[in-house]
């Protein structure tokens, strides 16, 4: 019977052996989520985070409930020291949110005791933005340090999106180029989301000789909104077309057009709904992501 114990204790020992006494380090990857499609993308897109460390991934735009399940997950792995990874296009997209919720910012008190979201009244706050949804801190014994650049804050997605209009492209000197992303209501803030589209509109006129680059947002959740942005396509490749050119259409999004994609079946573009993702390179960018902020935080796997 001791020697039964002494093995226990033993192999006790043994698997806590290489674990550094401050915890393991974790992946926290925060994405938007959408269609099973596109959360499956995003949950192949994690292949190089997990093969370097314990991943889990929260979907919506910065939710406490799936921000807490992931934290959990991780803890219940040992880790407690978690690099937040933010899959967005903009390093600004929900980031106070995100940083109250995790307890490095104040603004955010405990979960309520009440706290009890069907999937469909959580769809309906969702529908609504971020700020419709619950505020609350995670309860957790982890420390945090998240990442600030988004993928369309850097060079890749300039690079990635180039990618995509190679593949479409037969000729470009007969073809223009349609980037399209979410957009806004209000006029002003879809007015700064166009400009923040122009780092990969220059990217893309760099690389190809297409007659013209054009950036739009389609307004998905503002139907007014939307039916000025959709004249506003129409009346872009409606023009191309009576000049001879082809207009080749790309998300300025992580995958697809969105839940407004009906918006251009019936416009003559050549298309295939690929975004950001699939794309191996987008895989890298989060292990690097998550490696330069374990460094700022000191931390060593």
Excluded at 108 to 117: E, F, N, V
Aim: net charge neutral; proline share 6%.
């Amino acid at each position: 019977m001791k020697r039964i114990a002494m093995i226990a204790a033993l192999t006790g020992l043994c698997a806590c052996a290489g674990v550094p006494k401050e915890g393991r380090i974790g992946v926290l990857v925060m994405a938007h989520g959408g269609e099973p499609e596109w959360n499956q993308l995003a949950e192949e897109s994690l292949e190089p985070l997990r093969a370097a460390f314990p991943t889990e991934l929260a979907l919506g735009m910065a939710r406490a409930d799936t921000l807490q399940k992931a934290v959990s997950l991780l803890e219940r792995r040992g880790v407690r020291r978690i690099a937040v990874v933010r899959l967005f296009l903009s390093g600004d997209s929900f980031l106070i949110r995100t940083e109250k919720i995790l307890g490095t910012a104040p603004g955010a008190g405990p979960r309520p005791a009440h706290w009890d979201m069907s999937g469909h009244d959580m769809s309906r706050m969702m529908e609504r933005g971020p700020d419709a949804m619950p505020l609350w801190r995670v309860e957790s014994r982890s420390r945090f340090v998240l990442t600030r650049e988004g993928l369309l804050d850097g060079p890749i997605g300039g690079r990635i999106l180039v990618k995509r209009a190679r593949e479409l492209s037969a000729d470009p000197s007969v073809e223009s180029v349609l980037l399209l992303g979410h957009g806004v209501g209000d006029d002003a803030a879809d007015a700064a989301w166009r400009e923040s589209m122009m780092p990969a509109v220059e990217a893309l006129r760099r690389a190809l000789p297409f007659h013209t680059v054009q950036a739009a947002t389609m307004r998905d959740d503002w139907p007014e909104k939307r039916a000025l942005a959709r004249r506003e396509i129409r009346l872009f490749v409606n023009r191309e077309r009576d000049a001879g050119r082809k207009v080749l259409a790309i998300p300025y999004r992580l995958s697809g057009f969105g839940p407004q994609a009906d918006m251009l079946k019936d416009l003559e573009l050549v298309m295939d709904g690929r975004g950001l993702l699939p794309d191996p390179a987008v895989g890298e960018w989060m292990l690097e992501q998550a490696r330069a902020a374990m460094d700022s935080a000191g931390w060593r796997p």
